[in-house]
């Protein structure tokens, strides 16, 4: 097991790769940052992907995230999806996108499939085709090519690979493949913030075909949700109307931790959670919105979760929560898998804080 580099500490749990113990990156995160800094900026240079947020004066400033990359002639965003191409923002936008899709027999192992509609048939006849588990139908999972954000644990770290040379598909052309099995367009990713603009007209058009057809579609988002405010609203009503679930990834409360394991602020994420559970009491048959946190062991600790649930818990505490187990994965492969001890503990600390659903995901994983 690595010691820390900052307190010598070596009867935790320490990436050696992140160098630095909860305990220090929470306390002194001014000291160990820098170095932290390295390895973020190590992992985005292995895919060419910028290592800051461009800020160039002359830039054109894109619009869709809280970065506000001011991006130069022939340059790219931090989430390596939006570029300039003679004085215009392409990338992300209807004509196309960086995006794979698959379809995902309900139900599925999504995030929210415990309580949705897709999974147990709440909301019915609104919102589910069936008083229960929707077997014979279909999520079209849509998973797009970028981030920007850059988790050291991703999970699903090999959509860097296809940030730049992804599929390249229009929303009519995404839209076209939601079918008559089809009651549930999901976007993830990656994360949907930066192509926001062309998973909104896929809905849009996805949408008045299922009204057109007497069909259902419930359109639903996995999102670490640090878009720009006013996208916030095309956003909700899609899913507010439909009777999908918006889904928000809380990596981390603390924002130093946050930063460290993340390689950003998680304040933009937290303002606009709190902002759609403004929201929430507009749809009861449905939960609107949902949270869920990866247990990265040593890091994602009870502190962490005490924190995010006691958040969660003041904005509203009837708002689902899932503790989701974790597997070593990206730069931070030297880590652990979750433990069952461990999961048990976080959901009583969750619960203990006042929220009162707490799920716990990806039980397989647990050791």
């Known amino acids: 097991m690595a010691s ?26 001014p000291q160990v940052w820098p170095q932290i800094e390295k390895v973020h900026q190590e992992s985005r240079r292995a895919f060419k992907l910028p290592l800051t947020p461009p800020q160039d004066p002359g830039g054109k400033t894109c619009t869709l995230c809280f970065h506000g990359c001011r991006i130069p002639e022939g340059g790219y965003g931090f989430c390596g999806a939006r570029r300039v191409v003679q004085g ?7 004509s196309g996108a960086g995006v794979s899709h698959y379809y995902d027999g309900l139900p599925t192992n999504c ?18 085709m069936r008083n229960g588990p929707e077997h014979g139908y279909v999520n079209l999972a849509v998973f797009y090519h970028a981030c920007n954000f850059n988790c050291l644990f991703c999970q699903n770290w090999t959509f860097k690979k296809a940030t730049f040379r992804g599929d390249r598909l229009s929303a009519a052309q995404l839209a076209a493949a939601v079918n008559q099995r089809t009651t549930c367009l999901c976007y993830f ?16 058009l996805a949408s008045a075909a299922a009204y057109k057809a007497g069909r259902l579609l419930r359109i639903c988002w996995e999102t670490n949700g640090a878009m720009q405010a006013p996208w916030l609203k095309p956003l909700l009503a899609s899913s507010l109307a439909s009777g999908g679930v918006i889904k928000f990834d809380l990596k981390a409360f603390s924002e130093q931790m946050h930063q460290a394991l993340c390689g950003v602020s998680n304040q933009q994420t937290l303002k606009n959670f709190a902002r759609l559970a403004a929201h929430i009491s507009e749809r009861p048959a449905v ?11 040593g890091y994602v600790d009870l502190e962490e979760i005490h924190a995010l649930a006691r958040f969660i ?9 899932s503790l989701l187990a974790f597997y070593p994965q990206f730069y931070l492969n030297d880590l652990p898998v979750t433990t069952r001890d461990f999961a048990v503990r976080a959901r009583r600390v969750a619960l203990e804080a006042g929220v009162k659903n707490v799920h716990l995901g990806n039980l397989h994983l647990l050791t």
């Open 4 to 29: 820390c580099r900052h307190c010598g500490r070596s009867d935790l749990i320490i990436s050696a790769r992140l160098g630095y113990c909860a305990s220090c990156i929470r306390s002194h995160f």
């Open 88 to 94: 215009r923002l392409k990338g992300g936008n209807p």
């Open 111 to 128: 995030v929210a499939d415990w309580f949705c509609p897709g999974g147990t048939g709440r909301g019915y006849p609104q919102y589910a």
């Open 189 to 204: 990713g990656g994360d949907p913030t930066p192509q926001l603009p062309h998973a909104l007209a896929a809905s849009r």
């Open 287 to 297: 939960p609107l919105l949902t949270a869920s946190t990866l247990l990265v062991p």
């Open 313 to 321: 818990a003041l904005l509203n505490p009837d708002i689902p929560y």
